[in-house]
């Protein structure tokens, strides 16, 4: 059985993503992120969803981008927008996904594992410039430049399953691989409790991918 790296946060996206590395036969190792986001229950939720999921293995990586702040997802002061944003949102990370994946990598090399797969995708992807299809093109050329096993002849290969999909698709895919979407969390801004607010970005984009599949949304609201 090939080894993959699955990128999950403990959103809808990257637990669809696990969901579909698994059904193609992947042995699973999933990364989580502990960056300095607003919020634990994300990674509460990657827990939930690793275990449910039965992954090989599971890391849940430190690091400190709330040192370098600038965005409203690591930076207190700055407001998470509960409105519609235009161009790349506040809660834009700066370079996060280039870090992830590149731990990533360095996880898959230390593993012999050569396919990563992440939840980006481009037609729900709120501005991101990270979540392209040119962006995920250029990271697994590097992928293969920088890495031992790429210059002895090993391919990498960086999956974005879901890149091109709406995020209704993204959501009955999940429904038919039988992903419970209640131990998924997509909110930049819960409550203690972990309830979403409904009303940021991220949670306009899942109730609206919920409403266009016809399906209930388990997420529970403030």
């Known amino acids: 059985m090939n080894k993959a790296v699955i990128l999950l946060s403990g959103g ?6 696990l969901a579909l590395a698994k059904s193609r036969g992947f042995e699973c190792h999933a990364i989580s992120f502990d960056y ?3 919020h634990r229950c994300e990674l509460e939720a990657a827990e939930r969803v690793a275990q449910v999921l039965g992954v090989a293995g599971h890391r849940i990586v430190q690091l400190g981008l709330d040192q370098i702040g ?17 161009g790349i949102p506040v809660t834009y990370v700066p370079a996060r996904n280039t870090v992830f994946l590149s731990l990533a990598l ?16 481009a037609v729900d992807y709120s ?12 990271f697994e050329r590097l992928a293969n430049l920088a890495t031992r096993a790429g ?6 290969t960086i999956h974005a399953p879901l890149i091109r999909m709406s995020k209704a698709q993204i959501i009955l895919e999940g429904v038919r691989l039988g992903l419970d979407y209640a131990l998924t969390v997509s909110c930049y801004d819960p409550d203690p409790q972990g309830r979403a607010c409904g009303r940021c970005d991220a949670c306009r984009l899942r109730a609206a991918g919920f409403r266009d599949a016809a399906l209930s949304d388990p997420t529970r609201y403030q």
Do not use: K
Request: aromatic share 8%.
């Open 36 to 38: 300095g986001q607003r």
């Open 127 to 138: 501005g991101y410039p990270d979540c392209r299809p040119e962006y995920i093109g250029a």
């Open 106 to 121: 360095g996880w898959a090399e230390v593993l012999g594992a050569r396919d990563i797969f992440i939840g980006v995708n």
């Open 70 to 86: 600038g965005s409203a997802l690591t930076d207190p002061d700055i407001a998470v927008p509960h409105e519609a944003s235009a």
């Open 12 to 17: 809808l996206d990257s637990a669809t993503v």
């Open 151 to 156: 210059v002895e002849g090993d391919h990498f």
